[in-house]
């Protein structure tokens, strides 16, 4: 059961990268979820993606979002919001499903974002750490 609601998570993620307002990075990370819990391969695959592994991996470690995620999710709620305002028959309708996505904008927002550190060496061994450097005290 798991490993049908991952590959399904993964289509939809997959089309959220062409059709426009659809999001990708949830349905990769539900993928991700229930990959984990029914199969090993697309799990492992899933981490290994040159584009979403590190996104995947970020979430699972620290539960990060990259900022360039959190304003395209936040762009894409606030030009859905533009259209409900526009195209519903009562302002409150499109008020809930506006305050609705402000405040998983807000907790989106307020997630993690992720630490990367220095890339290797080119030859596989690890820089030197630069020595602290000491100011004189004002």
């Known amino acids: 059961m ?12 997959i089309v959220g990268v062409v059709v426009p307002l659809m999001p990708t990075t949830v349905f990769i990370l539900i993928a991700a979820y229930c990959a984990a819990r029914g199969s090993d391969t ?7 993606h040159r584009v979403f592994g590190p ?18 999710a936040v762009g894409s709620m606030a030009v859905c919001a533009v259209i409900l305002f526009l195209v519903t028959p009562h302002w409150w309708i499109a008020g809930i499903g506006t305050a609705i996505m402000a405040i998983v904008g807000t907790w989106l927002w307020l997630r993690p974002e992720p630490t990367r550190g220095p890339e290797p060496a080119a030859d596989g061994e690890a820089e030197a750490a630069p020595e602290a450097v000491s100011r004189p005290e004002q």
Do not use: F, P
């Open 2 to 13: 798991w490993w049908l609601c991952a590959y399904i998570a993964l289509g939809l993620g």
């Open 42 to 48: 697309l799990h492992r695959k899933l981490l290994e």
């Open 55 to 72: 996104m995947i991996r970020d979430w699972q470690a620290t539960g990060a979002v990259s900022r360039k995620a959190k304003y395209m």
